[in-house]
């Protein structure tokens, strides 16, 4: 687990273990990268998102919902059983991706 009362916070993840992981921050990103084909359970939330901004970018398919003024993102990316990654911004934006690639999927 990691904790920020505030700053950029770049994760490389190399495995996920049984207990997953749990990244939060107040503001302003977190970017979150994982190794191909990992398996994992996303719970992502941005409370309050920036103007205009989509605040949770992943590029496994997972959809994103808006909950004004933030957004959130929940699904599974892999196997049934993957431990869980769970992100949390009071302020900015999320992006999970894996390690090759853009840090900010469309």
Not at 4 to 32: H, Q
Not at 37 to 50: C, I, K, N, P, T
Not at 84 to 104: H, K, M, N, Y
């Amino acid at each position: 687990d990691v904790e920020s009362g505030g700053g950029t916070m770049l994760c490389y993840i190399d495995r996920l273990g049984p207990g997953g992981a749990r990244l939060k921050t107040e503001e302003p990103s977190v970017v979150c990268r994982l190794p191909i084909g990992a398996s994992f359970r996303l719970d992502a939330q941005v409370e309050q998102s920036h103007a205009g901004k989509v605040g949770v970018r992943n590029a496994y398919g997972i959809p994103v919902e808006s909950e004004p003024p933030g957004h959130t993102a929940r699904g599974m990316v892999g196997e049934a059983g993957a431990p869980p990654l769970e992100v949390r911004v009071a302020t900015g934006w999320i992006s999970i991706v894996p390690q090759d690639a853009d840090a900010e999927p469309r």
